[in-house]
Every structure is written in C-alpha cells, then in structure tokens.
Nanobody, 129 residues
Framework: QLQLVQSGGGSVQAGGSLTLSCGVFGYTFTTYYIGWFRQAPGKEREGVAGFYSSGDSTYYADSVKGRFTISQNNAKNTVYLQMNSLKPEDTAMYYC??????????????????????WGQGTQVTVSS
C-alpha cells in the first residue's frame, strides 16, 4: 500500500509561484505512477500532471504545460509540483494520487482520477488577480 501526505499550497497573486509536496510512504519498491489533480468549487476534478516513480516519463495537461513541473527528490519519497506563472483559474484544491503499475499517463491524467487508488488529503491553492 501507499500513503500520500501533502504539504504546501496557500495563497498567491497572479503570476506568482507555489510548490506542492507529496510524501510517499509504504511499499515503494515497485513502480507506481503519480498524478496531480485539482478540483475547483462546482467543477469536475481534472488531472494536471503525471509521473512515473522511475522518472521515465512525465505528462502535463495543456492547461498547465510550460508552467507546472513535476519532480521527485533523490530518495524518491517525495514528489513535487512546482507551479509558476499562476493564474486565478488555477485556484482549486490540489490532490496527489498514486497507483502501482504502468499506465499511459496521458490516459490516466485525462480522467477524473478513477485510475488512481491512493490519494493525499488535498491542499488548497488560491490565486488572486
């Protein structure tokens, strides 16, 4: 099993930056994929970025491509989402999620998270204009 513990987030003005962290605990000795999702009030949850624990591949939704970067630390127990050039429309609750195995990142991030078994507790990001 995996346990995900999130930190980071907060409030920032448009154009600013924030970094979200997702601590990954549990059995990490096999490949898993990580996704970052967000959900704004009244809107469906959407995927923004995906990543393999092996670091082989990343995927970004068009809405964040060029602004957000997903990475992990050397110990491979923390995954980060660096968010630059933030816009008011980026305001949402952000979640990291994970599942074991290999899946096409484009496909799983295009969904609403149904392909992910383990979830973090969520962290709020608010971008003011």
């Amino acid at each position: 099993q995996l346990q995900l513990v999130q930190s980071g987030g907060g409030s920032v003005q448009a154009g600013g930056s924030l970094t979200l962290s997702c601590g990954v605990f549990g059995y990490t000795f096999t490949t898993y994929y990580i996704g970052w999702f967000r959900q704004a009030p009244g809107k469906e949850r959407e995927g923004v970025a995906g990543f393999y624990s092996s670091g082989d591949s990343t995927y970004y939704a068009d809405s964040v491509k060029g602004r957000f970067t997903i990475s992990q630390n050397n110990a491979k127990n923390t995954v980060y989402l660096q968010m630059n050039s933030l816009k008011p429309e980026d305001t949402a609750m952000y979640y990291c999620a994970a599942s074991y195995g290999w899946r096409d990142l484009r496909t799983v991030i295009a969904g609403t998270g149904q392909d992910f078994k383990y979830w973090g507790q969520g962290t709020q990001v608010t971008v003011s204009s």
